[in-house]
């Protein structure tokens, strides 16, 4: 028996788990690991069940091709042959490109996703973002200079809380990385603090909040349209950043009076100048809007308004209000103008944003005919047909293409259509730093979790299975050493740094930096410069700053690296170094949102929701953790039900689909609205847990012809459905 310590990567929360292991390799036990200074020992059902899903028999443990309808096994040599074969034949602008959640949460997804991007020639770059926060991105970008310079709920010290579309009690914080969200919610309210949270459902984080304000699905924007109308109109703005386009936001919520909003979104308009004095009045106070504010048809609009309300209640770069955390491996932001739509797709002319096109778009890209169509697809850790708005569509879509290939443990309802599936090892055999989720944390913290058990002979990591993808499609060959690939990309970082004035390694020489860097692995080797050219980062001077791969390896259990602190003015990148408060693109969409006051509300629509057990589509395959109140049902308020002479099923239809379900009453939600949870539906797997419960996809109603259109971001909260008895 031997015991590690390493990140859960399976949610945004970074728990640190220590797992004992038999002689055999075995997981035999998952517990919190106590010595984690973020985590302090706390852990949820899934991190607790990492072993079973580490070693659940259904996970492929050799590349399968496919051939005339029939799955064999192959070798690496061949399985990668057959990908050179399958892309050669397609030329760079047909081929397409997937990334799904968990290339989030691996190293292989943070370093080798980018240089296979570049190294398949095509703009036809897809990802799971423009499914989720990709509204998120486009604001930050807008307002701060950069997609990624976002702003989290600074959780541990602010007084005042206000939670839109968020349920961290059942996903445990996402953009905002907080190992045991729920107990840091407690203490908040323990040490004075208010919390209210809004939601068309009554949730657990809800109930545990001093409030709960019901809303209209798709409809914050109008909540804080309401709220920033009321800063104004009583003078109760305290702008302590520097901005750009005050008296232009001052302008464009002039008409969103708080009784305007209250038709729009059903929250009173007492209760909305209530929020705003409560918001100014506290001693710090945050704004934190998420999934529910993302995939909505105003999302870009909502992500911009929270910051807004951030920045117009002197909240934005404060202890206790939003603030920007400062991640090891932070690189440089060169001050540039952030743009979106740089492209447009080829049908239905949609804009790029950070270099993708919207997943909504993506089944008419591989169907229609022309110049450019997709013929050939690479997935990484995803299952968009489970996963995107309408995903019975691109499920017929993927059936037509040319060559698919997917890196992915599981032949899922998505891998399915692949001609070559390559899986990755297990999650203990992989190393695992959080590139992205550190960079959202409400502390600013590291840790590196090295491999704990070792790979079978000739089995791939997940980094070397993508690097050898982006040498075949850059026409290196199925042969090539993905060591030259790491060499080529270190080489590069290490010569842009020493030619940055005023970096500490200016002028000094490349060559002996890379001399100086450690790592089993090209993974580790990058890991390693990035942790020395960052802001805590050193080569083994006397200046005090000495994170390195080699300190990490030292504290397996993570290092502290304090409470959030001010940023501003240098995290902005925007040309004008101020926060950009009323972008261009965003003030010509409020247009949009005037034009909607006048909608009338009406009809019954749709909404997701998650479950601490389940996560997305893919974990459904574990068996203690599906069954009990983990179930694909539709919520619905009894009253609905009632109404409508429903009893144990319901048929229920959108624009884009219909679906049978088994209803689940409940008068936690507000009536009108209905949820389904997504990533159910399972089909034609090799899961044989997940066939045996296999509920059904709500992606088969939800709307792909409606997006967010700043963002490109699917809306799936807020669709309109009718509902009949079964
Ligand atoms: N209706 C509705 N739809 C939604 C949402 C919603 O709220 N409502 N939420 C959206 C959101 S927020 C997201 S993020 C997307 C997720 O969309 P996707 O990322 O497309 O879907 P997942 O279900 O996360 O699928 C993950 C895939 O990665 C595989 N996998 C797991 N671990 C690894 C690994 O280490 N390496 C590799 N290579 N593969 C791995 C799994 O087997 C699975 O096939 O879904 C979106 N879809
Ligand atoms: N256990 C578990 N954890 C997960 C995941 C999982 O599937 N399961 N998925 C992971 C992923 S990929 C992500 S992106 C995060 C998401 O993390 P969260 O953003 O916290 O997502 P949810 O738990 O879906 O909570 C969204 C809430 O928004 C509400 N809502 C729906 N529509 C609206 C609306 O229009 N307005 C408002 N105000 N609220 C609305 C829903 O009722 C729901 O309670 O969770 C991550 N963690
Ligand atoms: S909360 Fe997230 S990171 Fe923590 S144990 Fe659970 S799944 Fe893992
Ligand atoms: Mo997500």
Redesign the pocket.
């Known amino acids: 028996m031997r015991t590690a310590h390493r990140t859960c990567p399976?949610?945004?929360?970074v728990c640190g788990l220590t797992i004992t292991l038999d002689d055999d390799d075995h997981v035999v036990g998952v517990r919190g690991d106590d010595a984690d200074p973020f985590s302090k020992g706390f852990i949820?059902p899934?991190g607790a069940s990492l072993g079973r899903l580490d070693e659940d028999p259904d996970r492929l443990s050799v590349p399968l091709i496919r051939e005339g309808g029939e799955w064999r096994e192959a070798s690496w040599a061949e399985a990668f042959e057959a990908v050179e074969r399958g892309l050669a034949a397609v030329p760079g602008p047909a081929r397409g490109v997937y990334l799904g959640?968990p290339s989030a949460h691996t190293m292989a997804g943070a370093l080798y996703g980018a240089p296979l991007i570049r190294s398949l020639g095509t703009r036809q770059v897809y990802s799971?973002s423009t499914a989720?926060?990709m509204p998120k991105h486009v604001a930050a970008g807008l307002m701060f200079g950069h997609p990624l310079t976002i702003p989290v709920p600074d959780l541990d010290r602010t007084a005042y809380l206000l939670m839109?579309?968020?349920?961290?009690l059942?996903?445990?914080?996402?953009?905002c990385t907080a190992p045991d969200f729920p107990g840091r919610l407690k203490a908040l309210r323990r040490r004075g603090g208010r919390l209210v949270v809004?939601?068309?459902?009554r949730?657990r984080?809800?109930a545990l909040a001093d409030e709960h304000v019901f809303?209209?699905?798709?409809?914050?924007a109008y909540?804080l349209m309401g709220i920033a109308h009321t800063l104004f109109a009583e003078k109760l703005t305290n702008v302590r950043v520097p901005v750009n386009g005050l008296a232009e936001v001052e302008a464009a919520v002039a008409a969103f009076t708080p009784g305007a909003c209250a038709a729009a979104c059903g929250v009173p308009a007492e209760l909305i100048v209530r929020l705003a004095r409560e918001l100014a009045a506290a001693p710090s106070a945050a704004v934190y809007?998420?999934?529910?504010?993302?995939?909505?048809e105003f999302g870009t609009i909502a992500q911009w308004l929270v910051d807004v309300v951030n920045v117009l209640t002197g909240n934005l770069d404060r202890p206790g209000g939003a603030m920007f955390p400062r991640p090891a491996t932070e690189g440089p932001r060169r001050r540039k103008p952030y743009a979106i739509g740089r492209w447009h797709s080829r049908v239905r002319h949609m804009p790029e944003a950070n270099g993708e096109l919207p997943v909504a778009t993506l089944a008419d890209e591989i169907e229609t005919p022309g110049e450019g169509r997709i013929r050939a697809l690479i997935t990484v850790a995803g299952n968009p047909v489970l996963s995107a708005p309408n995903g019975s569509r691109l499920d017929r879509a993927l059936a037509g293409l040319d060559f698919m290939v997917s890196v992915d443990p599981y032949l899922n309802e998505t891998t399915r259509h692949a001609h070559v599936i390559l899986p990755p090892p297990r999650v203990t055999q992989a190393g695992h730093y959080d590139f992205a989720l550190l960079g959202f944390a409400v502390r600013d913290y590291t840790r590196y979790s090295p491999p704990v058990v070792s790979l079978e002979p000739g089995r791939p990591t997940e980094a070397v299975i993508l690097a050898r993808l982006a040498m075949i499609a850059s026409g290196q060959g199925a042969g090539a050493d993905p060591s030259a690939l790491d060499e080529l990309i270190l080489g590069e970082m290490l010569r842009k740094a020493t030619e940055t004035p005023g970096s500490p390694v200016e002028g000094r020489d490349p060559a002996e930096l890379r001399a100086l860097l450690t790592g089993s692995s090209g993974a580790e080797l990058r890991l390693d410069a990035m942790l020395r050219l960052g802001p805590y980062g050193g080569w083994g001077g006397d200046d005090g700053h000495d994170l390195s791969l080699a300190r990490l390896l030292e504290s397996p259990h993570g290092i502290d690296l304090g409470p959030l602190r001010p940023r501003l003015p240098g995290i902005l990148s925007t040309a004008s170094g101020a926060v950009e408060l009323a972008p261009d693109p965003i003030l010509a969409d409020v247009g949009r949102l005037r034009e909607a006051l006048a909608r009338e509300a009406g009809g019954f629509v749709l909404?997701?929701?998650?479950?601490?057990?389940?996560?997305?589509s893919w974990?459904h395959n574990v068996a203690p953790l599906v069954g009990g109140t983990n179930r694909c049902t539709l919520q619905i308020n009894p009253q609905d039900a009632a109404e409508l002479g429903l009893a144990e099923q319901a048929v229920v239809r959108s624009a884009a689909g219909e679906l049978t379900v088994r209803l689940e009453p409940t008068d936690t939600?507000m009536r009108g609205?209905v949820?389904l949870?997504?990533?159910w539906g399972h089909a034609g797997t090799s899961q044989l847990v997940a066939a045996k419960n296999a509920g059904v996809s709500a992606n088969t109603l939800t709307d792909e012809s409606i997006v967010d259109p700043l963002s490109g971001n699917a809306v799936?909260?807020?669709v309109p459905v009718t509902l009949a008895p079964a």
Do not use: W, Y
Not at 170 to 175: I, V
């Open positions: 399976l949610c945004e929360a949820c899934k959640n799971a989720d926060q839109l579309g968020a349920n961290p059942e996903s445990n914080g996402s953009l809004v939601d068309p459902r949730t984080t809800a809303i209209r699905p798709g409809t914050d909540l809007g998420r999934i529910g504010t993302c995939t909505v909404i997701g929701r998650r479950h601490l057990r389940s996560n997305n974990m939600i609205v949820s949870p997504h990533g799936f909260n807020g």
